[in-house]
């Protein structure tokens, strides 16, 4: 099964100004080691109401940690590299999920080590699921 998107957290050498803003060479930048997506069917659940997001350790070749909630369906996130942080998963995860039980979209912030929600701010409107977004430093 595959997931529908996947975002890179930031390059193994830690640069910030690293990120690619053209195409180039997979020997200019190593492989992350951690990337973010998320889908239905979360860890293995036979229903597609079951929405998650996940953080997949590429060198151990595992789900390192999630997130995931009753009725809650996350779409495409967005990683945002701290810019005092030297592990490579040192930032947050921004995302918008709409909450089904109380009929609302949320911006959520989390934590990208950890996958813990800091923060969830109410839109006050419905945002359509798989609506893109790009973080764009100044």
Not at 20 to 42: C, D, L, T
Request: charged share 25%.
């Amino acid at each position: 099964f595959e997931l529908p998107i996947t975002r890179y957290s930031r390059w193994y050498d830690g640069g910030l100004d690293s990120w690619p803003r053209s195409p180039i060479s997979k020997n200019e930048h190593p492989h992350p080691r951690y990337v973010y997506s998320f889908g239905a069917y979360a860890l293995g659940s036979p229903d597609y109401d079951d929405w998650g997001l996940f953080k997949f350790d590429l060198e151990e070749n595992k789900v390192a940690a999630y997130c995931k909630q009753d009725s809650v369906y996350i779409s495409e996130p967005v990683f945002v590299a701290d810019p005092s942080g030297e592990a490579e998963d040192d930032g947050v995860l921004l995302t918008h999920a709409y909450f089904g039980e109380e009929r609302q979209t949320k911006l959520l912030v989390l934590d990208a080590k950890t996958m813990e929600i800091m923060a969830a701010v109410a839109t006050g409107s419905r945002a359509p699921l798989d609506f893109h977004g790009a973080w764009l430093p100044s």
